[in-house]
């Protein structure tokens, strides 16, 4: 079973400053990977798709990168709005199936 | 736009069986996987399982032997139950579409979760 790793767990920054977050798999999964925040109290929000397409609506200063087992999520420049949970997520061939990382809690400092 | 609706009992006792369903709206629903994802108290997200309109299914295989999912493409709903339950269990329940533009099969649709605990 592929397992997902997040990095780091926590991430305290400030309106304005670029965030970079991490999602390493313990094997290849190619570029079937996507990211995700997640805000209290509501679904998780598709942002990244195939590891680097921004999904329909999502604002440029998002962005993805990585292929294999190393993946980044990078915000090029945080807005109050963005400060949340994100999590990677991949799909597996066989058996059929999605697994998603811990996640990384971006939080203002 | 699509949008998703999901109901069920939100309080069961161990031993019981979940059961909750969601209803897709606006949007086309054949030609689509439909996932149910759920997400304990303070922890992570885990993918329990998806039906196409076809009914085919896969799995979580460390839910496989309790989880059923069932589709009523007359509704276009798709349905969870999950038996046996124990305090284990408990969680914010979504449903959720996976998406065709890629090949990750992202989630790019979500219900509005339910929250379903499991206590004596």
């Known amino acids: 079973e592929i397992v997902l790793t997040q990095s780091p767990a926590t991430l305290s920054l400030s309106p304005g400053e670029r965030a970079t977050l991490s999602c390493r798999a313990s094997?290849?999964?190619?570029?079937?990977l996507a990211w995700y925040q997640q805000k209290p109290g509501q679904a998780p929000r598709l942002l990244i798709y195939?590891?680097?397409n921004r999904a329909t609506g999502i604002p440029a200063r998002f962005s993805g990168s990585g292929s294999g087992t190393d993946f980044t999520l990078t915000i090029s420049s945080l807005e109050p709005e963005d400060f949340a949970v994100y999590y990677c997520?991949?799909?597996?061939?066989?058996?059929?199936?999605?697994?998603f990382g811990p996640g990384t809690k971006v939080e203002i400092k | 736009q699509v949008q998703l609706q999901q109901w069920g009992a939100g309080l069961l006792r161990p031993s019981e069986t979940l059961s909750l369903t969601c209803a897709v709206y606006?949007?086309?629903?054949?030609?689509?996987?439909w996932s149910w994802v759920r997400q304990s108290p303070g922890k992570g997200l885990e993918w329990i399982g998806e039906?196409?309109?076809?009914?085919?299914?896969n799995y979580n295989p460390s839910l496989k032997s309790r989880v059923t999912i069932s589709v009523d493409t007359s509704k276009n709903q798709f349905s969870l139950r999950l038996s046996s339950v124990t305090a284990s269990d408990t969680a914010v329940y979504y449903c959720?579409?996976?998406?065709?533009?890629?090949?990750?099969?992202?989630?790019?649709?979500w219900g509005q979760g339910t929250l379903v605990t499991v206590s004596s």
């Open positions: 959720a579409r996976e998406d065709l533009v890629g090949a990750t099969g992202a989630f790019d649709c």
């Open positions: 606006g949007g086309s629903f054949s030609g689509f996987y």
């Open positions: 039906i196409n309109h076809g009914g085919s299914t």
């Open positions: 094997q290849s999964v190619s570029s079937y």
């Open positions: 195939d590891a680097s």
């Open positions: 997520q991949q799909r597996r061939n066989w058996p059929p199936g999605f697994t």
